[in-house]
């Protein structure tokens, strides 16, 4: 009883508490009558748990850190940064690729003001949205024209609903893809108004299914690329150069869709099995799209690159109005576009590139300078180690590429490690981890080097009680 009344007594009022440091800061974020609100309720739950004869996780510091995380909860925005330590480079739910220095002040600097968005500033007459990116998307990627919509499902989709409406698109078993549980091939199809023909089967297609399904109702031939499995052994799939030579023969344009946008050969680094947008069209495929935020590491965008013919006549179709993109996409992505036309430096200025080709000696110093910061930070309550592991590209792209990588282990002491996940993803910095064996694992290549500290005080927030 007496522990009781002296707790409540100790309780510290409302004015002491705003006078602490931790919580005056968020005055200047908050209104002072929220803040206050916030403060009453915490000590009335406060009050009421004492009162119930929960004596012993009471003491004053407690409550204002309990205040504390209830405000920042309400100075966050839902959309908020969070660290990826998974290895996983292109994470579609952590937002897929970053943008590049160069793309980022791009953005900011379109954002601030006014812009030529949709207007040429030589003739003072009405402009085209697309123009911005058009010229630079041909130079990099060899073709005649091109046009950028909302993303990569909607870029198919235009293409299908423009070149196929209404009729027949021929496309092998073995392509009948579904990415990210949320795109599958024949749904993007019915969706646009084209008529899917199946030919060959789940391992073997070849050129001559596609000529015996042609019928006079055949629109398009359609190659999708398999971006996130691989059938491997007894296969066959028709090449690009066949399905090109028979769409000449019959006069039926020949589509494909890459998924990732790969514009640089990165062989020097063992990355091997993803094709490029310019072997693509350089094979004659006539219209390509891929996505901005995959593999090309810009802005989430559908990229439609190919002949003009075939550009002109989606650029006309009333669907694209609905497709388009923002000011904001354009200038993120002229600016990752520009980086490419130095194929050597855009390996370290574009992030999704530097990360993918990011060297072992790199992932093991950056594991060692992790390790350490948590060591630093932690005492001696967890137990820390460097194991090898693996990184993955994400995104559907490169599903076979194995990544080699040095991972910081930590295993808590006092809580469970599923429960140590949860909390660093509730962290005011959350931080996003995998569980290998009944370990936290960090990923390095994926933590940049300005989140490392915030990184390791997150965790230090989280392990220590
Ligand atoms: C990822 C992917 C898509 C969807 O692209 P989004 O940009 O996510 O819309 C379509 N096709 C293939 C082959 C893909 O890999």
Redesign the pocket.
Same mark, same amino acid.
């Given at each position: 009883m007496e522990d009781k009344k002296n707790l409540l007594r100790n309780l510290p009022g409302v004015d002491k508490i705003l006078e602490q440091k931790e919580i005056k800061t968020f005055l200047e974020k908050l209104p002072r009558s929220y803040v206050v609100e916030v403060i009453r309720q915490i000590l009335d739950e406060t009050r009421k748990e004492i009162l119930s004869g929960n004596l012993n996780i009471f003491k004053s510091d407690q409550v204002i850190r309990k205040i504390k995380k209830a405000l920042d909860k309400n100075t966050h925005r839902s959309l908020q940064r969070v660290i990826n330590a998974t290895g996983i480079i292109l994470h =579609?739910n952590l937002g897929r690729a970053f943008l590049s220095e160069s793309a980022q002040a791009a953005v900011q600097n379109i954002i601030k003001g006014y812009s030529n968005l949709e207007f040429n500033l030589q003739t003072g007459k009405r402009g085209s949205r697309y123009s911005h990116v058009e010229d630079i998307l041909c130079k990099i990627t060899g073709a005649e024209s091109a046009l950028v919509v909302n /993303? /990569?499902?909607?870029? *198919?989709m235009l293409v299908l609903g423009t070149l196929a409406k209404d009729r027949e698109v021929i496309v092998s078993r073995g392509q009948l *893809?579904e990415? %990210?549980g949320s795109?599958r091939?024949p749904d *993007?199809m019915s969706a646009s108004g084209a008529k899917l023909v199946e030919v060959g089967t789940t391992n073997k297609t070849y050129i001559s299914d596609y000529e015996n399904a042609i019928t006079e109702n055949t629109a398009l031939l359609l190659k *999708?690329? =398999? $971006? /996130?499995f691989r059938v491997v052994g007894f296969t066959n799939e028709a090449t690009s150069e066949e399905l090109v030579n028979l769409g000449r023969r019959k006069g039926l344009p020949v589509f494909e &869709?890459? %998924? !990732?946008g790969f514009l640089v050969e990165l062989f020097k680094w063992g990355i091997t099995d993803e094709p490029t947008v310019q072997q693509s069209i350089k094979s004659g495929i006539d219209v390509v !799209?891929? $996505?901005? &935020?995959?593999l090309l590491g810009g802005p989430?965008? %559908?990229i439609i690159v190919g002949k003009k013919v075939y550009v002109d006549k989606m650029k006309k179709n009333p669907l694209t109005r609905a497709l388009r993109v923002d000011k904001m996409t354009i200038a993120a992505l002229e600016a990752t576009l520009w980086e490419y036309l130095d194929s050597e430096k855009v390996v370290r200025t574009n992030p999704t590139l530097a990360l993918l080709t990011m060297d072992k000696e790199k992932l093991h110093e950056k594991a060692l300078k992790l390790k350490g910061m948590l060591e630093e930070a932690l005492e001696s309550s967890v137990s820390l180690a460097i194991e090898k592991g693996f990184s993955k590209a994400g %995104?559907? $792209?490169l599903p076979l590429q194995e990544l080699p990588t040095y991972l910081v282990t930590l295993v808590p002491q006092e809580i469970t490690v599923e429960t140590a996940a949860a909390k660093l993803r509730d962290a005011s910095i959350p931080v996003v981890t995998r569980i290998i064996d009944d370990k936290l694992a960090f990923d390095p290549r994926t933590i940049t080097d300005e989140e490392m500290s915030l990184l390791v005080q997150s965790v230090k927030d989280v392990i220590t009680p």
């Open positions: =579609t /993303n /990569n499902a909607a870029a *198919v *893809v990415i %990210g795109f091939v *993007v *999708v690329h =398999t $971006s /996130n &869709d890459l %998924g !990732s !799209s891929f $996505s901005g &935020d995959k989430q965008a %559908g %995104g559907g $792209s």
